[in-house]
C-alpha cells in the first residue's frame, strides 16, 4: 500500500507497518504477507526464524516498533477498544489498571447479570442482600440459587456485585 511505513521486527526477519500489517523478508529480498489469525481475542502470526516458532500478537509488534519497548508494568492497549484495529495510531502504552478502566468506559467489560457468566440476575443478588440482613443462612440462599456458599458469602460482603447500590 503506498505511503506505508515499514519497520523491522527486531532481532527476526520480519517487518511490520504502522497499518499492522506483517510480512516475512526472504533471503532473496521479496516479502512475503501474512494472514493473522485469532488467537483469543487477538489477532496473532506465526514467526518462523530457522527451527523456531513464535505466535506474537500484530497489536504487540506494531507497538514495539512504533513506540518503542514496552515499558515495565505497562501493557498495549487499543484506543479505540477495537482489538482488531492494529494501527499505530490506535496504539498506547498504559498500566493494566488504566487499562482496565479505559474497558471500563468504554463499556468492554461486562459485569453483572450481562456477563457471559453470570448465574444471578440483579434481583436475585438484591434478594440476597435482603435475605442476609434479615438472618437467612448462607447455606440455604446457595441452595435455593444454584450457587457455592462462598459466592453468596461475596455477594454479602460486596466482594461480587459491587456494580449494584443497595
Not at 521486527?9 to 521479496?30: A, F, I, M, Q, T
Not at 502470526?45 to 506494531?62: A, I, N, P, Q, S
Not at 479505559?102 to 468492554?108: I, K, Y
Request: charged residues 30%; contains cysteine; positive net charge.
Amino acid at each position: 500500500m503506498p505511503g506505508e511505513e515499514w519497520r523491522v521486527v527486531e532481532g527476526k526477519p520480519y517487518e511490520v507497518s504502522h497499518l499492522g500489517n506483517v510480512r516475512r523478508v526472504l533471503d532473496n529480498g521479496y516479502r512475503r504477507y501474512l494472514k493473522p489469525v485469532l488467537k483469543g481475542p487477538y489477532y496473532s502470526v506465526t514467526l518462523v526464524d530457522g527451527r523456531d516458532y513464535v505466535y506474537e500478537r500484530v497489536h504487540r509488534l506494531v507497538a514495539k516498533a512504533f513506540l518503542g519497548p514496552v515499558p515495565d508494568g505497562k501493557e498495549v492497549n487499543h484506543k479505540d477498544g477495537n482489538k482488531f484495529n492494529n494501527r499505530v495510531d490506535n496504539l498506547e502504552y498504559l498500566t493494566h489498571k488504566e487499562n482496565l478502566r479505559h474497558a471500563a468506559d468504554l463499556q468492554l467489560c461486562q459485569v453483572g447479570e450481562k456477563s457471559y457468566a453470570a448465574k444471578l440476575t440483579n434481583q436475585q443478588v438484591r434478594e440476597i442482600r435482603e435475605a442476609l440482613r434479615q438472618g437467612v443462612k448462607q447455606l440455604a440462599l446457595s441452595f435455593r440459587y444454584g450457587v457455592s456458599q462462598g459466592v453468596i458469602s461475596d455477594i454479602g460482603m460486596r466482594r461480587r456485585w459491587r456494580h449494584l447500590g443497595d
